[in-house]
């Protein structure tokens, strides 16, 4: 986990890497805006299609990660 619940992000900033079958994937902010929710911490297994965090945009539009 790269960033906590308040930070702001601008487009592209990696949040979170998820480890999958020995492989990293990087969860990057869809766009600019401020962390509104963040669901998991270092560590924690997910599941498939988890809820994993939220970036409000500057334009108060919400999109979950």
Do not use: C, F
Request: hydrophobic share 50%; no cysteine; proline share 3%.
């Amino acid at each position: 986990v790269y960033v906590a619940k308040g930070a702001t992000v601008e487009a592209g900033t990696p949040l979170l890497v998820v480890e999958a079958m020995k492989m990293e994937h990087t969860i990057r902010a869809p766009h600019a805006g401020t962390v509104t929710e963040l669901a998991v911490r270092a560590g924690q297994q997910v599941a498939v299609d988890a809820h994993l965090a939220t970036v409000e945009s500057d334009t108060a539009e919400e999109v979950d990660a």
